[in-house]
């Protein structure tokens, strides 16, 4: 492999992977830079993943406001006769049933990759700790 090849491969690579440096720090300073930086990564993560609850949370009440009210039409149909009316609103009704479902969804996978995101800080905590400890 040429010189050219291998510089453009490295390009490549760190444009991938931004967070990988070919020239790591070793020392016990530097690993404390770098864990502060994973640690500063997750709690980022953490924020994006309360963000992300909150939204679903917004979504699903809405879903929930928008399929009441599409259930309170549909009996209001009903009880005055309106068949094909009531069929429309149980139509519409479902809709925003399976929409409440797929948001109930995602609000799991996020509380979930809340709780990873968590547990990833904790254990980068006791690492920086235990890298700090090093530092004289």
Do not use: C
Request: proline content about 1%; glycine content about 4%.
């Amino acid at each position: 492999m040429s010189k050219m090849h291998s510089l453009i491969f490295v390009a490549v690579i760190a444009a991938i992977f931004p967070g990988i440096s070919l020239a790591d720090d070793t020392s016990a300073a530097g690993q404390l830079r770098n864990d502060n930086r994973t640690v500063h990564r997750d709690d980022r993560a953490i924020g994006r993943d309360k963000r992300d609850l909150k939204s679903d949370n917004r979504d699903l009440s809405q879903d929930r406001r928008q399929r009441n009210y599409d259930q309170r039409r549909e009996d209001r149909a009903v009880r005055n006769g309106n068949m094909q009316a009531a069929e429309k609103w149980e139509k519409r009704r479902e809709g925003e049933q399976r929409e409440i479902n797929r948001d109930k969804r995602d609000k799991a996978a996020d509380k979930s990759q809340l709780a990873q995101d968590r547990q990833s800080r904790r254990k980068d905590v006791r690492k920086r700790n235990k890298d700090a400890s090093k530092v004289h």
